[in-house]
């Protein structure tokens, strides 16, 4: 199984240490300000639609929670936990007001820390941080996925990201689960009106977005 370039031989320590130091301030996320970028808003309107009956949310990699901030506002989330492993980003998520419980931890340990079925698992920009995405992403699912709810995951493909062959494994996961699709579509990047792909030289080429419900 390839992993991206950037993540394949770190540790958990090495993660721990590569997050803290991009999480310099619970204040200033860095990678900007959601709300502001076009490719976040658009993930959130393709999941937003189908969260009429969804009241729990479990985040991993909640980062600051700027993700489902952009969710709550139109949907009626009731009660959100959250796992990252940045002190500055639990900090900041906790600080935002939106999730009941928020865990500084790595991902493979949130049945350690929390308990219950959750109507929606957020999976945002997270998977290609671990060594064994497909098991991470088949146990948590077991776990945690309350009956009839849904699984988001948004990741990058590109160069040092995912291959579209990852993307099969982890919708072959949920297909391998009966659940339905929802939404299964990319989002590109964009140089002056030009899709990034088109450049070589990029690492990140777009979003894939897989939305899909437990039957």
């Known amino acids: 199984m390839g992993l991206p370039r950037f993540t394949q031989k770190r540790t958990h320590a090495e993660l ?8 310099r301030s619970a204040d200033t996320p860095p990678w900007g300000v959601l709300a502001e970028d076009p490719v976040e808003v658009q993930k959130a309107e ?32 009731e009660r959100a936990v959250g796992i990252d492993l940045a002190d500055k980003a639990v900090e ?15 991902l493979e340990t949130a049945r350690e820390h929390f308990e219950g079925k959750f109507d929606l698992l957020l999976f945002g920009e997270v998977l290609y941080y671990l060594h064994d995405y497909e098991k991470l992403l088949t146990t948590m699912i077991d776990s945690f996925l309350a009956p009839e709810g849904i699984v988001f995951i948004a990741a990058a493909v590109g160069r040092d990201y995912f291959k579209r062959r990852d993307v099969e494994r982890m919708r072959g996961i949920l ?23 088109m450049f070589l030289i990029c690492s990140q080429n777009y979003k894939w977005v897989l939305v899909y419900q437990a039957r």
């Open 16 to 23: 721990l240490s590569y997050f803290n130091r991009e999480w």
């Open 175 to 197: 297909e391998q689960r009966g659940m339905q699709q929802l939404v299964d579509d990319t989002i590109d990047y964009k140089y002056f009106g030009v899709p990034r792909r």
């Open 92 to 106: 900041r998520a906790t600080q935002s007001g939106l999730y009941e419980r928020v865990v500084r931890a790595h």
């Open 46 to 77: 393709w999941l937003i639609p189908h969260m009429g009956s969804v009241r729990s949310v479990m985040d991993f990699g909640c980062g600051g929670g700027d993700f489902l901030g952009l969710l709550t506002p139109r949907t009626n989330i």
